[in-house]
């Protein structure tokens, strides 16, 4: 039996060279097993391999999945977990993310949770290399990276941090793009209307936008009335100079297998979803030139399920140019505002002006100062900024949010959640 092989060789109440050195799961309950992380992630049938028989699994270093078969390649796939255990020194805990800035742009970053040490020595963090220093200037003090970018030239820099403690060092390698701002647009259909991007409809029916169901901010664009074999379309043409990427976000209550929304560029399907889904986040890269995007809700000859429509909210042109940008004023200060609806149930929405370029955090507290959700914001610039706060899963009352950034918490602001 593989359970018994790796019990005797490499468990935790092994003796040798290899014990400890990998975690075994399996998805029926196995006595006698000290899982490192919750069990119910894989307690399927069908989840990983071949969707019929119960999987086994051999995690690894930081709960890294190296197998999860019978018995195809157990062996070499616990050898290569026991060949990346760290057994001393400094490893990377949490890879710092790519980014994307524009001209001018400057944020900065905790980096002291990046990189930790087996031991749990301090690790100091530096930037090691900067392979387009053009683009992006970058530096550490104090476990703060600190990231600058140009006002004349783009394009896309390696940042490498070297994370140290006494003899032991580790690197994390990310990107960071740069774009002229001309060459980055998002809309966000904040202006409650298609004013923004030149868009253009097609179909049976135009698309509309939505007041009640979005992203972020208070709008979002939802697919046109159609019935069967119909089609309701939203298409804009952006020029990519240097190539680069397309993101959006987007959300499907339809017929599930049969009434898709569809993304086409320049005329080719790149993926299709259906049924109930909530909002996830697609990403295509974009060659350079001209590219037609467009959006298609497209149904069957039968059958309507769900509210029989798609939402598509947040989409970056990343390297892409528009005939005009919206102008955005800066506020004076930074500003939390009241949250809309108050009272509210079960969602409402918290704007927000800000001044500085950095990170930005919604903490929400119950009436006994407890942490009930962080929202991130995300990266922003200076303007005014929307996030939405779900209370599903929690009990009518009182709550409390604050603003967090770059170690800066605004006074907290009192909401009411009806139920």
């Not at 499907?252 to 109930?276: M, P, Q």
């Not at 000859?301 to 390297?319: E, H, K, L, Y």
């Not at 939390?336 to 507290?365: G, M, R």
């Not at 709550?399 to 907290?412: R, V």
């Amino acid at each position: 039996m593989l359970q018994q092989r790796w019990t005797n060789t490499y468990g935790p109440d092994a003796t040798g060279d290899y014990a400890g050195r990998s975690y075994w799961l399996c998805t029926e309950t196995w006595s006698g097993q000290n899982y490192p992380f919750d069990l119910a992630a894989y307690n399927k049938m069908g989840g990983f391999s071949n969707g019929y028989v119960p999987m086994f699994i051999v995690v690894g270093f930081q709960n890294k999945v190296y197998w999860n078969s019978n018995y195809s390649n157990f062996d070499s796939a616990l050898q290569q977990a026991i060949n990346e255990m760290v057994a001393e020194g400094v490893y990377v805990d949490n890879p710092f993310t790519d980014k994307v800035m524009i001209f001018n742009d400057s944020f900065n970053f905790d980096v002291s949770g990046v990189f930790k040490d087996l031991e749990d020595n301090p690790v100091t963090v530096s930037v090691g290399a900067n392979s387009n220093p053009d683009v992006i200037s970058a530096s550490v003090e104090n476990n703060i990276l600190y990231l600058t970018a140009g006002n004349t030239t783009g394009g896309t820099a390696t940042i490498t941090l070297l994370g140290t403690a006494g003899e032991f060092s580790k690197i994390d390698d990310f990107t960071v793009t740069v774009y002229d701002p001309v060459n980055f647009t998002i809309e966000d259909f904040e202006t409650g209307d298609y004013s923004y991007v030149p868009w253009a409809f097609g179909g049976t029916a135009p698309w509309n936008i939505d007041t009640s169901v979005y992203y972020d901010g208070e709008f979002s664009s939802r697919s046109g009335t159609i019935t069967h074999s119909q089609k309701s379309q939203m298409s804009a043409s952006v020029d990519y100079p240097d190539g680069g990427k397309v993101k959006f976000f987007y959300k499907t209550s339809s017929e599930g297998g049969y009434d898709h929304l569809k993304f086409f560029i320049n005329g080719i399907e790149k993926k299709r979803w259906s049924g109930n889904l909530d909002w996830r986040e697609a990403e295509f890269d974009i060659t350079p030139g001209s590219n037609l995007f467009m959006w298609s809700y497209e149904k069957d000859a039968t059958t309507t399920s769900n509210s029989d429509c798609v939402w598509v909210d947040r989409i970056v042109f990343q390297g892409g140019t528009l005939s005009s940008i919206e102008d955005v004023s800066v506020p004076e200060e930074t500003v939390l505002h009241q949250n809309y609806p108050n009272p509210f149930n079960p969602s409402t929405t918290i704007s927000f002006d800000v001044t500085e370029n950095a990170e930005y955090f919604i903490k929400v507290f119950s009436i006994k100062g407890q942490l009930v959700e962080t929202i991130n914001a995300g990266l922003l610039r200076s303007g005014r900024h929307f996030v939405n706060f779900n209370s599903e899963g929690l009990s009518g009352g009182i709550y409390y949010y604050h603003l967090e950034y770059s170690g800066i918490k605004t006074a907290p602001r009192r909401m009411l959640l009806l139920k």
